[in-house]
């Protein structure tokens, strides 16, 4: 099967976010078993301090910036590129004098 070739790389732009929010689920399911695994261990052995939480509660901030990376962070456009070479003069005057 021959891949179909959209302008742009659309294509590719879409396949760069679905793998994205597959490795996220990913990581949503290793968080919890592993989380589970280590609340288990924590209750079986008496409890006490409640040690886990500090893994829990890290490991919540990284899955929180990652969901943010996958499902809120705007895509570079065409639009921001043109912007950004704008700033820099063009692109092409910083090898002048070199």
């Known amino acids: 099967m ?10 590719e732009q879409a396949l760069e976010r679905l793998k994205k929010r597959r490795d996220f689920q990913g990581h949503i ?7 589970a695994a280590l609340w288990a261990i924590w209750a079986v052995t008496g409890g006490g301090y ?3 939480a500090w893994v829990t ?6 899955l929180l ?3 943010w990376d996958v ?10 590129v043109e912007r950004e070479m704008s700033r820099m003069g063009g692109g092409d005057r ?3 004098g070199k």
Request: avoid cysteine; aromatic fraction near 12%; charge should be negative.
């Open 2 to 11: 021959e891949a179909i070739e959209h302008p742009g790389g659309t294509r």
């Open 65 to 67: 910036l990652n969901f």
């Open 57 to 62: 509660g890290g490991w919540a901030i990284g």
């Open 29 to 35: 399911v290793a968080y919890v078993v592993v989380n």
């Open 71 to 80: 499902y809120m962070r705007a895509p570079i456009t065409d639009a921001d």
């Open 94 to 96: 910083s090898m002048e």
């Open 50 to 52: 409640p040690w886990p």
